[in-house]
């Protein structure tokens, strides 16, 4: 219906001058340009415009980490999430009993936390449970507040070079 109004709009505002090319009167209105957008302009503007949009589709990368969430890579990702928490606990010097007792907000966490979202396809729900962080609300959060150089000024040495090694790889 509102395709419908919009192709008679267009018919009555001068079409060659907003781009949608006239149809036959008995065209279906399923058919209708508008159904694939509707600008104000001539054909070369038409044009500049398909071409803008496709440079900037080129451009963007996805950010969804769901484009990154294909079962062997999760698979994979969960194990190398799993041999880093290991490692990162024993260059932080903690075990994985101390963690319940250690706040959500204890820097070793933050920066275990960090590198395992930013580096695997790990889920905030899979990070709070290993990392004994309460929710995956409450690591987004933790997340969202982080101040990296604070961050880093607060980590034991050995845990700071875990870190580098862990990227470096």
Same mark, same amino acid.
């Given at each position: 219906?509102? /395709? $419908? ?6 018919? %009555? ?6 781009? /949608? ?19 104000? %302009? %001539? ?8 071409k803008?949009?496709?440079? /900037? ?21 969960? $194990? ?14 903690l ?8 706040? !959500?907000s ?16 790990? !889920?905030? %729900? ?5 990392? $004994? ?9 933790? &997340? ?7 961050? &880093?000024?607060? &980590?034991?040495? $050995? ?11």
């Amino acid at each position: 219906m509102l /395709v $419908a109004l919009l192709d008679r709009r267009a018919v %009555g505002e001068e079409i060659e001058n907003c781009g /949608v090319p006239a149809l036959p009167a008995d065209a279906d209105a399923r058919c209708s340009h508008l159904r694939r957008g509707w600008y104000w %302009g %001539g054909q070369a503007f038409a044009e500049r415009l398909r071409k803008l949009a496709g440079q /900037v589709a080129a451009q963007r990368t996805p950010r969804s980490r769901q484009n990154r969430r294909a079962r062997e890579l999760v698979a994979h990702d969960e $194990a190398q999430a799993a041999e880093w928490l290991r490692e990162g606990l024993k260059a932080a010097g903690l075990r994985a009993a101390d963690l319940q007792g250690t706040p !959500g907000s204890d820097p070793m966490k933050l920066a275990l936390a960090e590198l395992l979202w930013k580096h695997t396809t790990v !889920g905030q %729900g899979w990070i709070a449970e290993h990392l $004994a962080m309460r929710s995956a609300a409450n690591v987004s959060q933790q &997340l969202r507040r982080l101040d990296r150089t604070k961050l &880093l000024q607060q &980590l034991p040495p $050995a845990l700071k070079r875990f870190l580098q090694q862990a990227l470096s790889t």
